[in-house]
């Protein structure tokens, strides 16, 4: 295990002679319940490798918990079968990473029970890497993680299957430390029905009686309703029954791209009205439209000893790998494939229809996915900052995307102050 990354954060974090700039978005709705931006006078886009290290940066979905429980990832290590792992965390910058409890068809019959030993195998990982990861069960437990330097982790699980039809499994998921449920995956499942199902021709149930109890029960407790992969039917009737702010934990823009995962722009409205946040997904087939069919290999795919060692030579600084990393990537084009930049176009698109303060990342790293081709895999977060910030996007605005609007969400529903 390196020691350079918790010397590199001490460095980074001790950035001094800046000024204030002013927050231009600090006059609207939801100000009471932001964390504090810290808008430093960056000189961007100069700057925006030292901004992206000096940021909060939360990823909201990543699957790599199950690639650690079922296939033997070592979450100590660079495996080359996986996006994640507590190295590519730190080089990426995350400051707080959600690990997604998936389910899959096989174990659908024991969900809660396969649900808790994957939450039991994040907590033993804790217990082995305690100096540089903690689990955080609220805001204030990510606070206090943060300040101790180290990568914070917090559970959600994927697909509400893991409820197993009883509100006391529920109860018990939020005991073990489960902070978002996505209410169904792509199957139907005893809470609703899918997008991918309410898609096909026959079902578009929406919430069961027994899933409007468990959005409502979610809603007391405090753990957040994540409607990514939910129906548009099951969205609606999760509005209607519920007051509080509502993510999409891994979910792009249907207007850019008519697929059954993406969100429509009322969809969207609706979650900025409620304070909620988007958090855009890196697949390529839910950013652009048949974006599988034009896949080509990834810079890591094409380069990775180019990419190896412009890192070896970095020597453990993230700044300097980064700037060389980037001009790497613009000195060697790569025709086809989906690109950081139709990633960008979201972000943009949301930023257009509702705002800024609604935007995040939940990659989907380690869900099976094909990400674009310049942001292959969980190091590579520091490259989005980078070309937001040649798109002219502040240092306030690149903030709140990296993490800030997903942590005022976070504050909100899982605080313990509540
Ligand atoms: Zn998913």
Known sequence: MSILFPAFFFLI???TNREKNPDKDSANKTDTMKPETKDTGYNLPEDAFKLHFDSEVVDSHNDYLYQVFKRGADFGKKDPFTQSGLQRFREGGITLQFFAIWIPSSEEKRAFSFAKQQAERLKKI??????????????????????????CGMMGIEDGAAVGGSLENLETLYETGVR?????WNRSNAIGTSAKDESGSSRSGGLTEFGKKVVKRMEEMGMM????????????DVMEITSGPIIASHSNCYALNPHYRNLTDEQIKAIADRNGVIMVNFLDDFIVSGGKETRVKDYYDRYSKDLDLIFEESKGDLITFNKKRYNFILEHPVKGGTTLDDLIEHIDYIRNLVGIDYIGLGSDFDGGITPPIDLYDATCYPLITQRLAEKGYTETDIRKILGLNFLRVLKQVCSKKN
């Open 13 to 15: 974090n001790c950035n």
């Open 126 to 151: 804790e217990e082995e890497y305690g100096s540089e990861f903690g689990i955080a069960y609220s805001y204030e437990d990510f606070e206090k993680i943060r300040a101790e330097g180290k990568l």
């Open 180 to 184: 978002y449920i996505g209410l169904t």
């Open 225 to 236: 309703i994540d409607v990514s992969h939910s129906g548009e039917k099951t969205f609606w």
